[in-house]
């Protein structure tokens, strides 16, 4: 099966950068996605690692180390409409499996 | 414009009934998905499908169950078994017909069952 780890809630204060840690344990990876939800709404996809490394897309970006089981996802010049959950999530050989969240609480 | 629909937003139902969740895709996806969830909880598969006229189950199907007649419907419907139904339900699309890391969600419905 999978387990996903990451913390429950961080705060920042506007145009910080905070980074979020993912460690999981799985049986099948294919790699590690990231994906944004704001409060009652859909999750909306961030990015995805499938290689060792950093991805980065605008003021977002994700890392991924296999070797470590280990990933995170870094946001940077933090804005109050970044106040969201986070989740993380492994890429199984039949399935997409989701942390808990990371709930992210910007403050001006 | 393209998207998911999910409908309605909020639903509620007595204790006994089924309930039928309904989730339109026109992304021409081939893939999709139905996930729960609960206060302060990740998403849980509960069942998903790769193809028309073909699903499987995801981790936590029982007391559910669906049907995938059209490429751009996927019904789910929570019946009397399940045993805590009350959740937050969302659908998911995927281009790939194998389970895609980039997944399209709907806007969700929240179930009550009283």
């Known amino acids: 099966g999978q387990s996903l780890e990451q913390p429950s809630e961080v705060t920042a204060v506007e145009g910080a950068i905070v980074q979020i840690n993912c460690t999981y344990q799985?049986?099948?990876?294919?790699?590690l996605s990231w994906y944004q939800q704001h409060d009652g709404g859909a999750p909306t996809f961030l990015s995805y690692n499938g290689l060792d490394g950093l991805e980065e897309t605008g003021r977002f970006s994700s890392f991924l180390s296999r070797s470590d089981s280990y990933g995170y996802l870094l946001l940077q010049e933090l804005q109050m409409k970044d106040s969201a959950s986070y989740f993380c999530a492994v890429l199984g050989y039949s399935t997409l499996t989701f942390g808990k969240g990371t709930m992210l609480l910007v403050s001006p | 414009d393209g998207g998911i629909t999910q409908s309605p937003k909020y639903l509620f139902r007595k204790e006994g009934q089924n309930v039928t969740l309904s989730c339109e895709q026109n992304l021409n996806h081939d893939a999709m998905y139905w996930y729960r969830q609960d206060p302060g909880q990740g998403l849980r598969l509960i069942y998903y499908s790769q193809i028309v006229n073909d699903f499987q189950k995801g981790d936590i199907a029982e007391g559910y169950s669906v049907s995938r007649e059209k490429k751009e419907s996927f019904p789910l419907t929570v019946t009397s078994a399940q045993k805590n139904p009350t959740a937050f339900y969302l659908c998911?699309?995927?281009?790939?017909?194998?389970?895609?890391?980039?997944?399209?969600f709907g806007p969700g419905t929240r179930l009550t069952v009283t």
């Open positions: 799985t049986s099948g990876f294919y790699g």
């Open positions: 998911a699309s995927s281009t790939q017909a194998g389970v895609s890391s980039e997944q399209y």
